[in-house]
């Protein structure tokens, strides 16, 4: 079985996350998700002050591609995850590609393939 991880803060559950989680679910047999307990971005911005972690927790479980749930608080915490499980794959947003990102290195030498899906991000209506 093909495990894959997925890293995010779902500051709320909308369409560009579900492609992204479907997407992800392609790459793999078993998805788990990390989710992040501030929801803040890179640059330490609150990004969710409507849901709390419970409510983006509930939302994400009901996602159909989504096997598991791990919260995490720190990037350390990101690290031990990946240390703790036995992950075949690794899911970034494309704009990683050129970007560092905590444990490239440790997913380098265990042979943790990374793939990178493009994020569109932006919640689309359709009428």
Avoid at 6 to 13: M, P
Avoid at 80 to 85: G, K, P, Q, V, Y
Avoid at 106 to 111: A, F, I, M
Avoid at 116 to 122: A, G, I, P, S, T
């Amino acid at each position: 079985m093909k495990v894959g991880i997925t890293f995010v803060a779902f500051e709320f559950l909308h369409s560009g996350y579900i492609q992204m989680l479907e997407e992800a679910k392609k790459q793999c047999d078993y998805l788990i998700v990390g989710l992040n307990t501030v929801c803040k971005d890179e640059t330490g911005i609150l990004l969710s002050k409507e849901y709390s972690l419970v409510e983006r927790y509930i939302t994400l479980k009901a996602c159909k591609y989504v096997d598991e749930i791990i919260p995490y608080h720190t990037e350390q915490d990101l690290e031990d995850i990946l240390r703790s499980f036995k992950i075949d794959i690794r899911i970034l947003g494309s704009e990683y590609k050129t970007k560092d990102y905590t444990a490239k290195d440790y997913c380098k030498n265990k042979g943790i393939k990374i793939h990178f899906n493009h994020r569109d991000l932006k919640p689309q209506k359709v009428w």
